[in-house]
């Protein structure tokens, strides 16, 4: 016996024992079938790893502190699973199936629209209904992204879609010419999101004539921005559109400041939860304006109440994620009671239901008051514009 | 006048891709590997320089002396532990278990830290000096100024003390150098702890620019600043100097001029036809093949 | 020393190694096979079929690079890229003239294998001037510029044919007609036809070429100049034409297995295709063995699906699978483990020359 051979014949081994670990699961767990514990079976998928960890992360925690309030009420009770998808294509389908394969009858989908665009024909395929709290773009919801009328159908979105965003931010700053007229935008070229919602800002900024002045772009993990800056700056931009996550936006307000340049800066449902990194100086986001379904420091009862039951939880401010998450968790709940679902159900019966409960109910939140759904999928939510005054998140006009 | 403003910035990044690199070209040319890890040595460098400032409320030279000493400790025991008993193995297989350093090392972080980004203290100077419309900003200036004290401090500490004449010796050849009577594997194990320690530097000077402090923080700077040294020559401290200082160069002028979409396929553009030019680098030492 | 014996060993024309690589295939291909027709196999496992084939045949071209040409190529996601969104293209434009699937996935992944050819060609032409970590950095380069440019690529295909756009977004289509390609969101709308048998037709494939390339005299002629090229030079080898032969090659297979990877999904972003994904397959080819192409599928199938097997240890995964990877290096290598072995093999035939 050689070295050689002892080496192929222990990778072999191995290889034999991981077949057996896989396939012995196969006959303990039945696919979208009942489960037997009485409790029905919520999967989601998103970043629990890697860059994107931060938005995973929130809305597993989310997710998990609604169910576990909805179960400690009473009623029928759910059991949730929230796997591990990196924010990546390949990593979503492989986490789809393990939780079909682990008995998933409804779900929170995916946490990002990339992710969730491969993930959304398998759901159709497999007839299994899906509430998405983030996963913002259309191609989640239509298979062609830009035609409406090829929806899936079994999947819905608890978060604005980007077109929407885009759309309504344009519309805003169209209607309040005094946070100023000349709009430069800084975008993400590499981001699903980003992208998207840059597209339609611009689409619908031609229609009513907002003026753009500047057109900017970065790539995910970038640090320095002091020539999109400078340029946005040099073409005379006073409202700075950034369609973008927090994480590049401290930076760019960082630039600005060192630059000198002063403008509105406004921004879209990523933009929330600049104010509660860690360490980070609340005065560089004065005057910052965001379109976000949801504000941590509002008074209202269920905001309130879920922000400090997940800060006890969890020790930090939730997200726009996060209440997103939640609030999916309560719909879901809701059109479950109201369809009287059971866990002996198969999975295929309860989308039906579900879906029939979703397009015809209204929903209250911590991210929207009296939200309903199309039959595209696409919800129906006023986004809140909010402002960054002394440190804090203000409900602007 | 908008073409000087851009060379500024230029350098300003370029300043710390230079640092960066420096660690990279000097445990190259000292233990012939390439520590891919190095990037995410710099991330706890970051990580632990960012509790110190902010958490326990330290001055800033404390701070750095403790992030320097923890990376320094962390540097000699990946080296003991993972590329120690790789010594005789080819450099291939040392740079696989570098990869798995650096997935470690990134996957630690984010358990223990958490995945949220964290914003960096501005403990550094951050003003600038005021040219007329052009502005540096002092910690622009800083960095360079730390990076040729760092890179006159190298260059004296391997011509002139016994412990750097060893280095030479067995970057050389390490077989005569053992035969020479020097202990190798201390020779290595201090070139990983001078190399962590100015990665630890890096961490400090990047994040007072940049302040977003995250577990991934490592990867990009790493490729740009081993691009940065190669570009420059690998195994020469002056050549990760310069290159890092040009990487920066034409990266805004990249973004600026042509295009920001494209300005990193741009820089790695220029790199190819630098190479190709000059195939070991603008500083790189030709190396006579013996036979 | 000891490394070069490994290496002249694995290519030695040993025809026991070479059957025994096609037969491991095969017969994984017939167990598999048998268990998903009985419904025997997880969910999960049958989804990760597709993939580790595509791996795998990007892993063979990688090894070809690495462990034959003894060249350090760190831009092997960039072809598969190229591969890959070729592929979409084509299966896109082909979806309503060609409906039988097959016959489109074979075209698809034809015409992307060709696409990488032609860029590993040009490629291939400053890249071997250099040497050593100067070619890896080239190479590195290169797979990101690939990425790069596909990602703001935007391809759309109407009535009229074909439109291609670069960086902006500037195709109006006319009717019936979509968008194949849309920049950063990447191939949107893919019409899922890779099938399990497909990829094993194709590694078998990539195995005949590899094979058909390494012991042929052109072969023997790259290893000698992997081994000692100034003595290799001075024996009168020339060996440009065939490193180049390698090189594309290598590069066709990355396309192919690109294509291969991306016609499985419905929706795939380019930036799935960077730096960290050639070192992945550099990883599964590294532990695999150089010049070993049994090793390669055999670590490729087991380091793609040990993350996805561990998931039951939610957040530690990514740790674990990390200890993994070095705990397999640092014993792979170990010095004292391979002296171990050698006495073992010296006690082996000790014994069976005392018994005959």
Not at chain 3, 85 to 114: D, V, W
Not at chain 3, 284 to 302: D, R
């Amino acid at each position: 016996m050689n070295y050689k051979t002892f080496m192929k014949g222990g990778m072999a081994a191995l290889m034999a024992m991981s077949l057996v670990a896989c396939s012995s699961s196969a006959s303990t767990t039945s696919s979208s079938s009942s489960s037997s514990a009485g409790a029905i079976k919520i999967g989601a998928s998103g970043p629990l790893t890697g860059n994107a960890a931060v938005y995973g992360t929130a809305v597993k925690n989310a997710a998990q502190l609604a169910v576990d309030e909805i179960n400690a009420a009473g009623g029928q009770q759910y059991e949730f699973k929230a796997e591990d998808d990196q924010a990546d294509a390949e990593k979503a389908v492989t986490a789809y199936n393990n939780l079909v394969d682990w008995g998933m009858q409804l779900s929170l989908g995916t946490v990002t629209s990339g992710a969730g665009q491969a993930a959304s024909p398998l759901y159709k395929e497999d007839s299994i209904f899906a509430l998405t709290p983030s996963a913002s773009s259309t191609g989640v919801i239509y298979k062609d992204m830009k035609d409406s009328s090829t929806a899936y159908g079994n999947i819905f979105q608890m978060c604005f879609t980007d077109p929407n965003q885009g759309t309504a931010s344009a519309v805003y700053l169209n209607e309040h010419k005094d946070l100023g007229t000349k709009v430069g935008t800084i975008y993400c070229s590499d981001d699903n999101y980003s992208t998207g919602l840059e597209t339609n800002f611009e689409a619908k900024a031609k229609e009513l004539g907002v003026e753009v002045v500047g057109k900017q772009t970065f790539q995910t993990n970038a640090t320095d921005f002091s020539v999109q800056v400078k340029q946005l700056a040099d073409a005379g931009a006073n409202v700075i559109f950034m369609p973008i996550y927090y994480q590049p936006a401290t930076l760019i307000l960082q630039e600005a400041k060192k630059q000198g340049v002063k403008a509105t800066f406004f921004g879209c449902d990523g933009m929330d939860g600049i104010l509660s990194q860690d360490g980070f100086d609340k005065t560089l986001a004065e005057g910052l304006y965001m379109l976000t379904p949801f504000s941590a420091d509002s008074t209202d009862e269920k905001t309130a109440s879920f922000v400090k039951a997940y800060k006890a939880k969890y020790n930090e401010t939730p997200n726009q994620f996060a209440a997103d998450a939640y609030d999916a968790v309560y719909a879901i709940a809701q059109a479950a009671k109201a369809a009287n679902l059971t866990s002996s159900m198969k999975a295929k019966d309860m989308c039906s239901a579900m879906v029939k409960q979703f397009t015809s109910m209204t929903f209250t939140g911590t991210t929207g008051s009296n939200v309903t759904w199309k039959a595209t999928g696409e919800v129906s939510k006023d986004p809140k514009a909010i402002v960054v005054k002394d440190g804090a998140y203000v409900s602007a006009k | 006048m908008a073409f000087l403003s851009y060379l500024i910035s230029g350098l300003g990044l370029g300043s710390v891709y230079a640092i960066i690199a420096l660690g990279y070209s000097m445990v190259y040319g000292i233990a012939k590997m390439l520590n891919f890890a190095h990037g995410d040595i710099i991330m706890v460098g970051a990580y632990v320089a960012f509790y110190m400032l902010s958490s326990f409320g330290m001055p800033v030279i404390p701070s750095v002396l403790i992030s320097i000493v923890v990376c320094l400790v962390l540097g000699v025991v990946i080296e003991r532990l993972a590329y120690k008993p790789l010594r005789q193995a080819s450099s291939l297989a040392v740079l696989i278990t570098a990869i798995g350093v650096s997935y470690f090392l990134e996957n630690g972080a984010l358990l223990l830290w958490g995945a949220d980004t964290k914003i960096f203290p501005n403990a550094l100077p951050q003003g600038s000096l005021d040219l007329g419309s052009l502005s540096v900003s002092y910690l622009s200036l800083l960095t360079i100024g730390v990076n040729i004290v760092i890179m006159v401090c190298l260059t004296l500490f391997i011509n002139k003390t016994k412990t750097g004449r060893a280095m030479r010796a067995c970057s050389e050849d390490k077989g005569a150098a053992t035969l020479m009577g020097i202990n190798v594997n201390r020779i290595i194990s201090i070139t990983f702890a001078i190399g962590s320690g100015l990665a630890a530097i890096a961490a400090v000077l990047l994040c007072s620019a940049y302040p977003s402090v995250y577990p991934t923080l490592g990867s990009m700077p790493g490729i740009k600043a081993f691009t940065a040294a190669v570009f420059g020559g690998i195994g020469s401290i002056p050549g990760a100097f310069l290159g890092g200082l040009l990487l920066g160069v034409i990266e805004i002028f990249a973004r600026a001029y042509i295009s920001t979409q494209l300005s990193d396929a741009i820089v790695f553009a220029v790199l190819i036809v630098v190479l190709l030019i000059k195939p070991t680098g603008l500083l790189g030492k030709k190396t006579s093949e013996k036979v | 020393m000891k490394k070069k014996n490994f290496l002249s060993n694995a290519f030695s024309g040993s025809m026991r190694g070479r059957t025994i690589s096609f037969l491991v295939v095969i017969i994984a291909y017939a167990i598999l096979e048998t268990m998903i027709t009985t419904g025997n196999l997880t969910r999960l496992f049958t989804s990760l079929l597709v993939p580790i084939c595509a791996y795998i045949v990007a892993a063979i071209g990688l090894n070809m690079n690495v462990g034959f040409s003894g060249e350090l190529n760190l831009g092997q996601a960039g072809f598969m890229a190229v591969g890959g969104f070729t592929a979409a293209i084509i299966s896109g434009m082909l979806q309503t003239t060609i409906p039988n699937e097959i016959l489109r996935l074979i075209i698809a992944i034809l015409c992307g294998g060709i696409m990488a050819a032609i860029f590993g060609l040009l490629i291939s032409i400053p890249v071997l001037k250099l040497q050593g970590d100067y070619l890896a950095i080239v190479t590195l380069a290169f797979g990101q510029i690939l990425m790069s440019v596909v990602t703001n690529l935007y391809v759309g295909v109407d009535s009229t044919g074909l439109h291609f756009s670069f960086v902006n977004n500037n195709i109006t289509l006319g009717d019936g007609g979509t968008m194949l390609i849309s920049g950063p969101m990447g191939a949107t709308g893919i019409d899922k036809i890779s099938t399990f048998t497909a990829g094993i037709v194709l590694i078998l494939i990539s195995l005949l070429v590899v094979y058909h390339l390494i012991y042929s005299k052109e072969g023997r002629a790259i290893q000698a100049c992997r081994d000692n090229r100034i003595a290799a030079e001075t024996v009168g080898i020339n060996v440009s034409r065939t490193k180049t032969l390698a090189f594309v090659i290598s590069a066709t297979l990355a396309g192919a297995a690109g294509a291969l990877y991306v016609l499985n999904y419905s929706s795939v972003v380019a930036t799935k295709f960077d730096f960290n994904t050639s070192i992945l397959i550099l990883v599964y080819v590294v532990l695999g063995g150089l010049g070993n192409m049994t090793g390669t599928i055999i670590s490729t199938t087991l380091l793609f699906a040990l993350p996805e097997v561990l998931r039951f240890l939610s957040t530690y995964r990514m740790l674990i699978y990390a200890i993994v990877l070095i705990v397999i290096m640092l014993v792979s290598n170990n010095e004292k483990l391979k002296t171990m072995m050698e006495k073992l093999k010296v006690k082996g035939k000790k014994n069976k020359e005392a018994t005959e």
